[in-house]
């Protein structure tokens, strides 16, 4: 299987306040991982790609200072919403790319719900 | 920018019905997935296809990748009520490992 989990599944915060969610991959290693956020009844949206060892690279319009990506080993990056603000309210998911299966395929964590008071 | 469109947008059908989704684009690509998302879950892998006119089946659902690598359909036969969801394609890249997600497709089946 290929397997990737998330924590917190979900999470509400103050305005102001920074959150950090964290995404592995539990039975392969993954150099790369994705953040995607994702509005109600809407399809995902890229926001970066982590890769470990190095920095993340940003989509268009995403902002690195605000959206922190730290991806510090073969199973494990994190996402920080720093200073959080109502707008950043959604849903974040992860996914990783398991290496060795010569195509693109991504495989997706169950998702973390934020809202922010 | 690439775009993959998907139509319909949302489509609700009784059980029993069959159905196709189409997921369109003008840029061609390395593979495309296709994944199915329930609420409050991330999406899951139903199958990814990489050679320009394949075709996979796996039960009553059956991919296709067009000639062209540009569009692909998913077809359902005998729709039932577990087939709910958010049904999403995505195109993988040539020179990046990312995927550029379909508009998607709302699907509701009823008894």
């Known amino acids: 299987g290929a397997v990737v989990s998330q924590h917190p599944s979900w999470v509400i915060c103050k305005s102001g306040t920074s959150v950090k969610i964290e995404c592995r991959s539990l039975?392969?290693?993954?150099?790369?991982m994705f953040w995607y956020r994702q509005f109600p009844k809407q399809s995902l949206m890229l926001m970066a790609t982590?890769?470990?060892?190095?920095?993340?690279?940003?989509e268009q319009g995403v902002e690195k200072d605000k959206f922190l990506i730290n991806h510090a080993s073969l199973t494990l990056s994190t996402l920080t919403v720093t200073s959080a603000h109502p707008e950043d309210s959604s849903f974040y998911i992860c996914?990783?790319?398991?290496?060795?299966?010569?195509?693109?395929?991504?495989?997706f964590g169950p998702g973390t719900r934020l809202t922010v008071l | 920018t690439q775009l993959l469109e998907q139509s319909p947008q949302f489509l609700s059908i009784q059980e029993g019905e069959n159905l196709t989704v189409y997921c369109n684009s003008s840029?061609?690509?390395?593979?495309l997935q296709w994944y199915r998302q329930e609420p409050g879950e991330g999406p899951v892998l139903l199958v990814t296809?990489?050679?320009?006119?394949e075709v996979k089946k796996l039960k009553r659902l059956t991919f296709q990748f067009g000639d062209a690598r540009k569009d692909s359909s998913l077809h359902i036969t005998a729709a039932q009520p577990g087939d709910t969801g958010l049904y999403l394609c995505?195109?993988?890249?040539?020179?990046?490992?990312?995927?550029?997600f379909g508009t998607g497709t709302r699907l509701q089946v009823t008894l």
């Open positions: 996914s990783a790319r398991r290496p060795g299966t010569g195509t693109d395929t991504q495989y």
């Open positions: 039975d392969f290693q993954a150099t790369t």
């Open positions: 982590s890769n470990e060892g190095s920095k993340a690279t940003y």
């Open positions: 840029s061609v690509f390395s593979s």
């Open positions: 296809v990489v050679t320009g006119g």
């Open positions: 995505a195109g993988g890249g040539w020179t990046a490992s990312k995927l550029t």
